[in-house]
């Protein structure tokens, strides 16, 4: 089992929708947990960090379940700009600050 | 603050030839990365510090070596380029946020083609 895996999609979805990603994580002991946006040719930048209340930021939602090992981001009203590749990352428990990064999910938009 | 910095932005190396990749973070930080990121494979640690003077291999190290003399700096080196060592690489740095969390703020990486 990859130690985080991500469904790579494509997923293509209409201005406007409502689109969901989902995570899973391996390692029981992670306490970090994050959603990074790569756009083509570009370096992944933070999106937003994921605890464990669930936590919202503008139209990007995310959620975590500990018990499931799970992670989504929901993305209402999506925008042609949030067209880019999503990645699921989790921390290597440690006191390195390594992290673990998904392959990414790829959201495509479309007018 | 520029954040975090790399050069050389491109370049291309022929098969045997040496390099190094420098990275500059202007932003305090104690932890600092290599990844490489190839189609398909996502993002591989190569090198990491946890700390000036201080280097330890990462998931795929062979081929790389890497300094970290100065808090601010981290140069990864490749002493004999092999084209599996094309690809883009990223240099990160990152600091214990609140507790164990510890956010990563990426430069905007090095495209290596080695013929």
């Known amino acids: 089992r990859k130690e985080v895996e991500q469904d790579p999609g494509p997923f293509n979805v209409p201005e406007g929708a409502t689109v969901a990603f989902n995570c899973t994580y391996s390692?029981?002991?992670?306490?970090?947990f994050f959603w990074y946006r790569q756009d083509c040719r570009k370096e992944p930048k933070l999106l937003m960090s994921?605890?464990?209340s669930g936590n919202e930021d503008g139209r990007f939602t995310a959620q975590l379940n500990r018990a499931s090992q799970y992670i989504s981001l929901l993305i209402r009203d999506s925008k042609l700009s949030d067209s880019a590749t999503y990645l699921c990352?989790?921390?290597?428990?440690?006191?390195?600050?390594?992290?673990?990064f998904g392959q990414g999910t790829t959201l495509q938009v479309k007018p | 603050n520029a954040g975090v910095t790399q050069t050389p932005k491109f370049r291309v190396l022929k098969t045997g030839q040496s390099m190094t990749l420098l990275c500059a973070q202007d932003?305090?930080?104690?932890?600092m990365y290599w990844y490489r990121q190839d189609p398909g494979m996502g993002l591989r640690l190569i090198h990491y510090?946890?700390?000036?003077?201080?280097?330890a291999k990462g998931e795929v190290p062979d081929g790389y070596n890497v300094s970290r003399l100065k808090k601010q700096n981290f140069l990864l080196g490749l002493e004999s380029a092999a084209p599996s060592q094309t690809s883009v690489y990223f240099c990160?740095?990152?600091?214990?946020?609140?507790?164990?969390?510890?956010?990563?703020?990426f430069g905007p990486g090095t495209r290596l083609t080695v013929t």
């Open positions: 990160a740095s990152s600091y214990r946020h609140t507790g164990t969390t510890y956010e990563q703020y």
């Open positions: 390692n029981s002991a992670s306490q970090s």
């Open positions: 994921v605890y464990s």
């Open positions: 990352v989790v921390n290597i428990p440690s006191n390195t600050g390594k992290l673990i």
């Open positions: 932003m305090n930080h104690e932890y």
């Open positions: 510090s946890v700390g000036e003077g201080t280097t």
